[in-house]
């Protein structure tokens, strides 16, 4: 194909029965990648970082894309965002009530997801399933529906207790995980976790949640094969990262030489061929 040159952002995912399907952002144009499993991929890092905000070009990125001063000024750069249980726009002091309003003001899910292992998480009912895409989870299904960012951070903040909000993503890559019954699990950990959200519920008394009982989504990855061992790749450490192309989940590039976070890398200028 003919050399593409642009920047990164995190790559587009869609899911079908026939099984996810991949597009990477180079510039303003879309690179379809699942015609390009087991063929040789090639991603040169220019050496030019540009702020996925601003534009402006900047030497260092943070927050996966923004430039320093973006990184301290924007809504979605702020530490609530990571902690969404500590929201503070109901005491006046959000960075940006605009943003505010089309991101944390909106629906939020509460979900079970099995990625590399089964794990509670949070998400905006309106990035249902690409956060699932995002995750590398093969199996999701959604808890509760709240109305707002703070309120699904304070019921994910709870369950976190008793089951883990991380996703591994070593073994998340080395291949899919055992298939789980998520109504089963479900019902499991509500029942585990009763009493603590009684207890929330008389803490918080404004806090509501609808419970789901909508049927568990499954996916399934374009992976030709599992690397049988995680080495992670750095334009930093090498500027070009070029190999067979074994395999796309999450946000990862499956290489022969290793595995590359493309999201980590939004706003890095590359050329892909």
């Known amino acids: 194909m003919d050399a593409m040159r642009g920047v990164l952002r995190k790559m587009k995912a869609s899911s079908s029965p026939e099984g996810v399907a991949y597009q990477l952002p180079v510039g303003k144009k879309l690179l379809p990648l699942g015609r390009r499993i087991g063929a040789q991929l090639s991603l040169a890092f220019t050496g030019d970082i540009f702020c996925i905000a601003c534009g402006n070009k900047t030497k260092k990125s943070f927050s996966r894309g923004y430039c320093f001063p973006c990184a301290r000024t924007l809504a979605e750069c702020d530490l609530c965002i990571m902690r969404p249980h ?3 726009h109901h005491l006046g002091t959000c960075r940006d009530e605009t943003w505010a309003a089309s991101h944390c003001m909106q629906p939020h899910c509460v979900y079970l997801a099995n990625s590399s292992g089964l794990k509670v998480g949070i998400t905006r009912a ?4 690409a956060r699932w895409l995002d995750q590398g989870a093969t199996q999701a299904v959604v808890l509760f529906t709240v109305k707002n960012r703070l309120h699904s951070g304070l019921l994910g903040n709870e369950l976190a207790k008793y089951l883990s909000d991380r996703t591994d993503w070593r073994k998340m890559l080395r291949g899919a995980p055992a298939p789980l019954d ?14 603590g959200l009684a207890a929330l519920k008389a803490q918080h008394p404004e806090l509501e949640w609808r419970t789901e009982n909508s049927a568990p ?3 399934s990855y374009p992976v030709a094969r599992y690397p049988e061992k995680i080495a992670s790749l750095d334009f930093h450490k090498r500027a070009e ?6 395999g796309i989940k999450g946000q990862y590039l499956i290489l022969d030489c290793g595995v ?13 061929q």
């Not at 309106?126 to 399933?129: D, E, G, I, S």
């Not at 699990?185 to 509500?190: D, I, V």
């Not at 990262?241 to 074994?246: E, F, T, Y």
């Open 260 to 272: 590359i976070n493309v999201r980590k890398f939004s706003g890095y200028e590359v050329i892909v």
């Open 86 to 88: 500590t929201c503070h």
């Open 182 to 195: 998520l109504r089963a699990e479900a019902k499991r950990l509500l029942a585990e976790a009763a009493d």
């Open 217 to 219: 989504l499954e996916f």
């Open 126 to 129: 309106a990035n249902v399933p």
């Open 241 to 246: 990262i070029a190999g067979r192309l074994d």
